[in-house]
């Protein structure tokens, strides 16, 4: 083995573009290449999944080679995110990401001879499409769907009470777990999107909590609180213009609200110190083409200017720069042609005299 072979580099993957994965995965549905389709999604969900869509899609192509075990698994995860329209299913009256995940859990139930929990997760399909008042399988299961959506109600505010309680006891991770299984069964429980929001606020998980403070938004446009929770995110994830906008916004909506405002002065605030901030280091770009001057003054031997000029000399003053972080102020020093030849004529004098000492020292021995 050569002694450089710990030199050679495999040769590297190309990255993945996810895009294209789902485009060769689509062509093998339009061909019904159930088997190829499979490869390419199994592909696509090894990635960080930030969408339901892949795994609903995988779910499809598991349900036609009939792995139902695998649809299950698939459409449970589905069912984590946050349900949103789907376009494209109106013949199985599915309207909704999670309306189809549980119609395809319905239909692997079925297969499996699980018939009981064929039913049920048809009549919470049901009940999500009573609850936006659209298409649903059959007007007979209108009183059913009523039955369920008031049941799933019941459920979601039990378990919103219990995280209720945990949060006046701060322990957020469980009162989050609470809010995300009441969730589970009311998806468009705007208080519950609030509480979510807020414990997660609570644990800093802004982007997570961004998407609950949307829903909320969503969901009760004329409610103040999804505005000012997002107000709030925004501010500590330090996007103090945007967050400035939202709670702007939220003033008008409640301009005796006493939280918003207090809010709103502190992130106003922040906005002003950054402005005033960067106006105060302006002047001092503005003055850098000028050292050309300066230079001309030090070299004609002028007295005035030959003292060395230091600037900013508190260095544990800070400032905020373009991008409006906090770093420590650096010290710049001017050094004048003058005291560069001071300095050399007083080192070669120091020379000279121990060169001298040296020579009487010899000269006596």
């Not at 062509?27 to 019904?32: A, D, N, T, Y």
């Not at 969730?183 to 979510?196: E, F, P, Q, R, V």
């Not at 996007?239 to 005796?256: D, F, H, S, T």
Request: one cysteine or more; aromatic letters at 6%.
């Amino acid at each position: 083995m050569s002694m450089f072979s710990f030199m050679k580099k495999e040769p590297e993957l190309p990255p993945i573009d996810p895009t294209l994965v789902l485009a060769e995965a689509q062509e093998c549905l339009k061909e019904k290449d159930f088997d190829s389709a499979l490869e390419k999604f199994d592909l696509l969900c090894s990635l960080s999944v930030q969408s339901p869509l892949p795994l609903l899609s995988r779910a499809t192509c598991r349900l036609q080679l009939k792995k139902y075990e695998g649809v299950l698994e698939d459409c449970e995860k589905v069912l984590m995110f946050l349900n949103s329209d789907i376009n494209g299913h109106e013949e199985e009256s599915c309207t909704t990401v999670h309306s189809l995940a549980l119609m395809r859990m319905a239909k692997a139930h079925k297969e499996l001879g699980n018939l009981d929990s064929a039913k049920s997760s048809l009549m919470r399909k049901n009940a999500i499409e009573h609850k936006l008042g659209r298409n649903r399988v059959d007007d007979d299961g209108d009183e059913a769907a009523e039955d369920m959506v008031e049941k799933e109600r019941q459920t979601a505010e039990e378990w919103k009470e219990k995280g209720n309680a945990e949060y006046r006891k701060e322990n957020w991770t469980l009162a989050l777990e609470f809010y995300k299984n009441g969730l589970g069964y009311d998806m468009y429980n705007a208080k519950l999107h609030s509480n979510t929001c807020m414990t997660l606020i609570k644990l800093r998980r802004w982007s997570q909590a961004l998407k609950h403070a949307e829903q909320c938004i969503a969901l009760e446009p004329d409610w103040v609180k999804g505005y000012y929770m997002k107000g709030m995110i925004l501010s500590g994830e330090s996007k103090i213009e945007q967050a400035l906008v939202v709670l702007r916004q939220a003033a008008k909506m409640e301009p005796g609200n006493t939280q918003i405002k207090a809010l709103l002065d502190e992130v106003e605030s922040r906005v002003e110190y950054v402005e005033s901030r960067l106006r105060r280091r302006k002047p001092a770009k503005d003055k850098e083409p000028e050292q050309p001057e300066q230079q001309k003054a030090d070299d004609s031997g002028n007295d005035n200017d030959n003292e060395r000029a230091v600037e900013d000399v508190d260095s544990d003053e800070e400032y905020c720069d373009d991008d409006g972080c906090r770093t420590p102020r650096k010290i710049k020093l001017k050094v004048t042609r003058a005291d560069v030849i001071n300095t050399a004529m007083e080192l070669a004098a120091a020379a000279v005299g121990v060169a001298v000492v040296w020579w009487f020292v010899t000269q006596r021995d």
